[in-house]
């Protein structure tokens, strides 16, 4: 019993505020997702990404293994996924990108802080900046037949991500007025990014529920076995190897519908899969934080 309380307790809070963002669009009020987006992705996640890299307390080498074992990570889990869309003659514009990147920011962020406190954020915000990267410069080329691997760096969150990294290499820090500032702006980040989804998941239709529900599945499972895998490979402490899972299981991200909606893919196909695999991961993820913590 205080096993599942103590789960109930890591869940409930990130599945609340998101159930705030769904039932205020459906109770009929107004919510600028466009605005909220741009402070998030432009100021809000930027502080929280620069100011926990700074003050983490991972040590250099687990965070060069816990990089490359991501990165090693996506390579598996983006043949896999190449495999699993050809095999069954689904559209590679569409699809691809979907099952590779999943929604490490706005769901895997505040389940990883509260399943393992700081330190697994730490090793969580690794996975989310090379989520970032790989949807802006990859996941626009799988979709729109064109990009620029200069686009990331015009990306606000990199740039955190690339300060956060210099300053915990050189274990610098800001003023304490300008870092005080910073996290309390970088604080917005999380609830914000949750209800935004909340929001999303609320406007979104799902058009082939069977088969949103299957490649949800397959997503995630396919998330978990890329993670396991490394996790085997590499020599990782076991916080690590949790964050590498949870992070890899994580539904599909509402980036896939807006870049799916911007070049002209199967938006509506892709809108499924995002309601579909967040809806499977409330079910699943106290599961799987259950194991993990264990």
Known sequence: MIALLNIFEIVAPVFILTAIGYFWIKIGFEYPVEFVTQFSTILAVPCLIFTALMKTEIQSNDFINVLVAAIIGYIFLAIIAFAFVKIFNLGLRTYLMPLIVGNTGNLGFPLCLFAFGDPGFGYAIIVFALTSIVAFTIGIWVVAGEGSPMQILKEPLVMGTILGLIFMWQSWETPDFLTSSLELIGQMAIPMMLITLGVAVARLEITDVKKSFLISLCKIFFGITAAILV???????????????LQFSMPIAVTSYLLAEKYGTDANAVAGLVVVSTLITVGISPILIAFLIT
């Open 231 to 245: 996790g085997l490979i590499f020599d990782l402490p076991k916080l690590a190897i949790s964050v590498l899972i």
